[in-house]
């Protein structure tokens, strides 16, 4: 087995590319925990095929699968998609994958986090993790390239947006939760994500989107779609919890300017109407005992901020909501090169994320 290095991103001149940068892969998991997504994971199997063939019309895609699972998903992705066995405990690898750093010199690595279920035994969503934690390695393993580990330093992909210019984008409420690093103070924090990501200058947007359980992650909350562009969660409805969430958000964006100087320029995405889960939906998730319950009325995190880029274009979540076309008209217009594909992302929320959550961009090195 390769050991990690043991010298840092930042003093090895390696950092995070924007999500916009050119990519020579995506990476996914294939779902199955049947005590995360319903009737044995078989209609989230479809969303993330969809999501698979998507990407497929713009680069590859590798999906790593279970050993018990690698026939079925084997069978059912088209010859464009490349299937490997990586056995995981769940399928987020946003979250469990590398995150991908490039020197501009040619060179690729990767920053293989340590992983707690986002939140280990305080509020974590399942245990054990012990596979999803080894993912990253295997990734890294399968595409020759050295990883950093971060031992003693928990995060997760979906905490982090950069702009590949010095900039990190993440949430107080998720990397300063006790449930993370708790041995950690802010600075202490900051000064972690600039060793490891190589930035300059960390923006802390002080909560995500309402209810949302991985704490918060600015993924479904906001992200970069420019040098100097930010794209966020917005509600106009003053009673939703989430207006209060978003209006600090975007006050606090607007007072900043980024590693080059330059003051934000922030656009308000609007949410879809709330979406709560129905008792159907539920029944269908086996009960378990080391896993998240549950519970019909609930209300999930839905933005459409959840989105990825891909070379050319970006995939989207829909949501049979009037706002789906609004959403994909102003991404569309901050992003116009791009080509918009919508897919249904209720299956995906329904375990809990969306696209963004379930994908993992390699840069091209
Ligand atoms: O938001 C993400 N990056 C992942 C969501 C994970 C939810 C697990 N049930």
């Not at 939906?281 to 549950?294: N, Q, S, T, Y």
């Not at 594909?341 to 379930?358: D, M, T």
């Amino acid at each position: 087995m390769a050991l990690p290095l043991t010298s840092t991103p930042s003093a090895d001149g390696f950092y995070m590319p924007a999500e916009w940068a050119a990519q020579s892969q995506t990476w996914m998991l294939w779902p199955e925990r049947p005590d995360n997504w319903r009737f044995g994971a078989k209609p989230a199997q479809k969303a993330y095929l969809a999501v698979a063939e998507a990407i497929a019309r713009f680069q590859p895609v590798t999906v790593g699968v279970s050993a018990d699972q690698f026939e079925n998903a084997s069978a059912r992705l088209s010859e464009h998609v490349r299937v490997v066995e990586i056995s995981n405990n769940d399928a987020w690898v946003r979250d469990t994958g590398p995150t991908f750093l490039i020197n501009g010199k040619g060179e690729l690595r990767g920053v293989d986090w340590e992983f707690n279920a986002w939140g280990g035994l305080t509020g974590g969503l399942y245990q054990p993790w012990n596979r999803d934690d080894q993912v990253a390695q295997k990734i890294c393993s399968i595409e020759r390239i050295a990883r950093y580990r971060s031992d003693g330093f928990v995060l997760e992909g979906g905490a982090i947006h950069v702009d590949g210019e010095g900039m990190l984008l993440t949430t107080e409420e998720c990397l300063l939760n006790p449930n993370r690093n708790p041995h950690l103070n802010k600075i202490e924090i900051e000064a972690r994500l600039k060793t490891y990501l190589n930035v300059e200058k960390v923006l802390w947007v002080p909560e995500g989107i309402f209810n949302d359980e991985t704490n918060g992650h600015i993924d479904n909350m906001a992200c970069f779609v420019a040098p100097g562009k930010i794209a966020l969660a917005w509600t106009d409805d003053e009673r939703d919890p989430q207006y209060q969430r978003s209006l600090t958000a975007l006050q606090y964006l607007e007072s900043q300017r980024d590693a080059k100087g330059r003051k934000l320029e922030v656009t308000k995405v609007p949410l879809p109407s709330p979406l709560v889960q129905t008792e159907d939906e539920v029944d269908g998730i086996d009960r378990a005992f080391h896993a998240w319950p549950r519970r019909a009325g609930e209300r999930m995190a839905a933005s459409y901020i959840n989105f990825l880029m891909v070379n050319g274009g970006i995939i989207m979540p829909s949501f049979n909501d009037p706002m789906d076309e609004i959403a994909a008209n102003i991404i569309s217009s901050l992003c116009p090169e791009r080509d918009i594909v919508q897919l249904p992302g209720r299956e995906i929320l329904l375990g809990g994320g969306n696209i963004h959550c379930i994908t993992q961009q390699q840069p091209v090195a």
